[in-house]
């Protein structure tokens, strides 16, 4: 069953401010959240090179 995590319009403020960390919790988050971003800035590389030597190839083909 998918579930919808997305803000909608007619969400009430008081909901929307319960989604908010504090200090505490970001200082626990933020090692995870710049992993994951090196995740996939380095996959995110792999993927350009790995499309560009596909390119390349295909082009020598031809």
Request: aromatic fraction near 4%.
């Amino acid at each position: 069953m998918p579930h919808d995590n997305g803000l909608k319009p007619d969400m009430p403020l008081a909901y929307i401010s319960n989604l908010t960390i504090d200090a505490e919790q970001w200082a626990i988050l933020e090692p995870l959240v710049q992993s994951a971003s090196n995740s996939v800035k380095m996959l995110d590389q792999l993927l350009t090179v790995e499309t560009e030597s596909s390119a390349i190839f295909a082009l020598g083909k031809v």
